[in-house]
């Protein structure tokens, strides 16, 4: 990803960054063999999975409600996402 611009995160080394020429961001988050994207703006977003589709093989799942056990909350109206992260492990 550093050779398109993007910098890694010092908090999470699967996460990188792009701070875009409208001055918006792009995330991508890579998981193994899954990737998230997240940005305000749907046209940037849309751009990036058509690069990364020259490079690889990927399959467009639309937009994620959960991803490593954690629930996504957006709020379009907002421009907020959060994320939710339960207690996936029980005692019995």
């Known amino acids: ?10 908090m999470n080394s699967r996460i990188y960054y792009r701070r875009l020429e409208n001055g918006s961001l792009i995330y991508l988050l890579l998981y193994v063999d ?3 994207i997240a940005s305000k703006n749907m046209f940037d977003i849309d751009v ?3 690069r990364l589709n020259v490079e690889l ?8 409600n959960k991803i490593l056990g ?4 957006r709020d379009r109206a907002a421009g ?3 994320y939710l992260r339960r207690n996936i492990l029980r005692r019995s």
């Open 34 to 36: 899954n990737l998230l």
């Open 1 to 10: 990803m550093a050779s398109k611009n993007y910098s890694k995160s010092h």
């Open 70 to 73: 954690m629930e996504i909350l």
């Open 48 to 50: 990036l999975k058509r």
């Open 80 to 82: 907020v996402l959060r």
């Open 57 to 64: 093989e990927m399959k467009d799942l639309g937009a994620a």
